[in-house]
Nanobody, 126 residues
Framework: QVQLVESGGGLVQAGGALRLSCAAS????????VAWFRQAPGKERAFVAA????????NYANSVKGRFTISRDNAKNTVYLQMNSLKPEDTAAYYC???????????????????WGQGTQVTVSS
């Protein structure tokens, strides 16, 4: 498993932007596919975006397409989530997750990710 630490959350007004970071503890992070999930109070944890180990393939939930961008810098063992045009419904705890590269590289299936961070809170005010 990989130790993951998220940062960058906070309070922002609707229409604003935030950039989340997910830093990993090991150099082999570059061989991991990584995803962001989010969980609002009373709701299940939901897929947001994923990026392959190489950074060449990405996948987004329909609700964030065109507004969020996932990227990675393997030299820094870090994955980013740039969130623009934020809406109140984006309010949630955001979690970074990782899995070893292989099949289903940018899967939205939560169960396939075996390493998780502690989360960072994003609150969007109207």
């Amino acid at each position: 498993q990989v130790q993951l630490v998220e940062s960058g959350g906070g309070l922002v007004q609707a229409g604003g932007a935030l950039r989340l970071s997910c830093a990993a503890s090991i150099r082999t992070f570059s061989t991991c596919d990584v995803a962001w999930f989010r969980q609002a109070p009373g709701k299940e944890r939901a897929f947001v975006a994923a990026i392959s180990w190489s950074g060449q393939t990405t996948n987004y939930a329909n609700s964030v397409k065109g507004r969020f961008t996932i990227s990675r810098d393997n030299a820094k063992n870090t994955v980013y989530l740039q969130m623009n045009s934020l809406k109140p419904e984006d309010t949630a705890a955001y979690y970074c997750a990782a899995k070893s590269k292989g099949a289903s590289i940018v899967t939205s299936a939560r169960a396939l990710y075996d390493s998780w961070g502690q989360g960072t809170q994003v609150t969007v005010s109207s």
